[in-house]
């Protein structure tokens, strides 16, 4: 019977983490330096399990059930598609919910620990759930129990999900930290995203939401596109590079507008 290498499970339990240790750091960090409340992440998280997880996914089952294989079967058709209902459903949740529910005491501090919350969550039940999964399935492989777990299956629903499964000892175990890397990178932008819709909000310069609907399009098309052709690493490689770019960028917009503040 196959069992899971050590390098694999070590890869799950660091990617796992990194998913949840992250955003509780990031926290408490914001807390402890800028008085940022846990309501403002709160809204971020909520944010973005309604606008991302529900109402995106209700328009991904209509668009699909209408055009299923021909837009799933055209790589970038189907990558445009993804990467613009991505952009317009959290985006537009950012600008609704910093409209509606902050007002006035929206602040940049706010606007942080809002990402905080939106990428946070989207980590924990994205990254955190699969990695959680993925070690309870481990425990069930390398104490040999799987074959009885398995044997209620029918023979072709059984053969389904040894296939799944089996990914955990045949996929090279620098996969699984690959996992925990995406969500680091995935928070990071979120945050300055956030920030970035905040500077509209705030001061009415749309040109910022502008920019973070395109940012995030051309981010999760590419991802989506690049990722049938390119390996994970230099994948991921690439994605740090740019958002780290991104967040350079939001840096200097956030000093910058700290620096007039005292002025």
């Not at 699909?64 to 993804?82: P, Q, R």
Request: proline share 2%.
């Amino acid at each position: 019977m196959n069992t899971v290498s050590t390098a694999s499970i070590l890869g799950m339990a660091v990617s796992l983490i990194l998913c949840i240790g992250l955003p509780v750091a990031l926290y408490i960090v914001l807390k402890v330096k800028t008085k940022a409340k846990f309501n403002d992440m709160l809204l971020g998280a909520v944010s973005f399990i309604l606008f991302a997880l529900v109402l995106e996914q209700i328009l991904h089952s209509v668009i699909l059930g209408t055009f299923g294989e021909k837009l799933t079967g055209n790589l970038w058709l189907y990558a445009l598609y993804g990467g613009a209902a991505a952009a317009v459903f959290e985006e537009c949740g950012r600008l609704i919910t910093m409209k509606v529910f902050f007002k006035k005491h929206l602040e940049k501090e706010n606007a942080l620990m809002y990402g905080v919350g939106h990428g946070g969550i989207e980590a924990v039940l994205v990254g955190g759930y699969t990695c959680i999964a993925n070690l309870a399935t481990v425990a069930i492989i390398n104490g040999g129990t799987l074959e009885a777990a398995l044997a209620g299956l029918d023979e072709a629903a059984r053969a389904s999900s040894l296939a799944t499964i089996s990914q955990l000892w045949t996929l090279p175990s620098y996969i699984f930290f690959m996992t925990g890397i995406e969500r680091v990178i995935a928070v990071v932008l979120q945050i300055a995203l956030s920030y970035l819709v905040y500077r509209a909000v705030r001061y009415h310069r749309w040109g910022f939401f502008a920019a973070a609907m395109g940012i995030h399009f051309a981010v999760d098309a590419a991802t989506k596109a690049a990722s049938s052709f390119l390996p994970i690493p230099a994948l991921e490689a690439i994605l740090a590079v740019v958002v780290a770019l991104i967040a350079f960028a939001t840096v200097r917009l956030y000093r910058n507008e700290a620096a007039q503040a005292k002025s």
